[in-house]
């Protein structure tokens, strides 16, 4: 398969989760236009599983495995992905590597078996308490929770929904917005970080249109606004 060639940020990406649906999802599709993407996980050994597996459907050696702190390390921005109940640990497993950096917070806080119903964490939000907990150095943002791990598979296809994206800093939103472009969809800006509770509350909610209507992947878009975003 022959990858996109495009103008991109001359960044490397860390997906730490990126063993599971969406954090792999997002670094195969980050690969594939042209990024150094390293896979994070707390055994190494799945992480690089993973990553051959997706070198093989890419066709060359574009990703790397490793553990999630040494990813971290060795990255320039920071995708994590994991699930709400892993949040506070990998976040204190990898602090010291974020400093200075841009993390982007896919996490959503799902309670099982109770998916398909909001969750308000004490910290409002996943995203939030991700920035309180890290600090001022490390510039956190929201972004890709209301992305279906179904399509992002598929780099054959464009993703047919927006990117809701929110944080404080202005530089660190557009770098976010960057990437959601690379991933082949339309990054949006959602606001300050505080804007993260509606934003990850969208996603249970689209869990339960999925079972709802027999659908695989539901997603959002912004109308309204111009082609290009």
Same mark, same amino acid.
């Given at each position: 398969?022959?990858?996109?060639?495009?103008?991109?940020?001359?960044?490397?990406?860390?997906? !730490? =989760?990126?063993? @599971?649906?969406? @954090?792999? @999802?997002?670094? &195969?599709?980050?690969?594939?236009? *042209?990024?150094?993407?390293?896979?994070?996980?707390?055994?190494?050994?799945?992480?690089?599983?993973?990553?051959?597996?997706? $070198?093989?459907?890419?066709?060359?050696?574009?990703?790397?495995?490793?553990? $999630?702190?040494?990813?971290?390390?060795?990255?320039? +921005?920071?995708? &994590?992905?994991?699930?709400?109940?892993?949040?506070?640990?990998?976040?204190?497993?990898?602090?010291?590597? &974020?400093? *200075?950096?841009?993390?982007?917070?896919?996490?959503?806080?799902?309670?099982?078996?109770?998916?398909?119903?909001?969750? +308000?964490?004490?910290?409002?939000?996943?995203?939030?308490?991700?920035?309180?907990? !890290?600090?001022?150095? %490390?510039?956190?943002?929201?972004?890709?929770?209301?992305?279906?791990?179904?399509?992002?598979?598929?780099?054959?296809?464009?993703? /047919?929904? /927006?990117?809701?994206?929110?944080? $404080?800093?202005?530089?660190?939103?557009?770098?976010?917005?960057?990437?959601?472009?690379?991933?082949?969809?339309? =990054?949006?800006?959602?606001?300050?970080?505080? $804007?993260?509770?509606?934003?990850?509350?969208?996603?249970?909610?689209? &869990?339960?249109?999925?079972?709802?209507?027999?659908?695989? *992947?539901?997603?959002?878009?912004? %109308? =309204?606004?111009?082609?290009? =975003?």
């Amino acid at each position: 398969m022959e990858r996109v060639t495009q103008e991109i940020m001359l960044v490397t990406i860390a997906v !730490l =989760g990126g063993t @599971g649906k969406e @954090g792999s @999802g997002l670094a &195969l599709r980050w690969a594939n236009s *042209g990024y150094r993407v390293f896979i994070g996980s707390r055994a190494p050994e799945r992480a690089q599983a993973k990553a051959e597996e997706l $070198n093989a459907q890419l066709g060359g050696t574009y990703i790397a495995g490793m553990s $999630n702190l040494e990813a971290a390390k060795n990255a320039d +921005v920071v995708v &994590l992905s994991v699930p709400y109940e892993a949040h506070r640990a990998i976040l204190e497993e990898v602090r010291e590597a &974020l400093g *200075g950096k841009v993390m982007i917070d896919v996490t959503v806080p799902i309670i099982p078996p109770h998916v398909r119903q909001v969750f +308000v964490p004490d910290g409002h939000s996943a995203s939030l308490e991700a920035q309180e907990f !890290l600090g001022e150095d %490390t510039k956190v943002v929201a972004a890709f929770q209301n992305v279906s791990a179904v399509h992002l598979k598929d780099i054959e296809h464009p993703v /047919d929904c /927006d990117v809701l994206v929110c944080g $404080n800093d202005m530089d660190a939103k557009a770098d976010a917005i960057h990437l959601v472009k690379a991933a082949g969809m339309r =990054g949006i800006d959602a606001g300050p970080l505080a $804007n993260s509770v509606a934003v990850e509350a969208l996603t249970p909610v689209l &869990l339960y249109i999925n079972r709802e209507y027999q659908v695989k *992947g539901a997603g959002i878009r912004i %109308t =309204g606004l111009p082609v290009d =975003g």
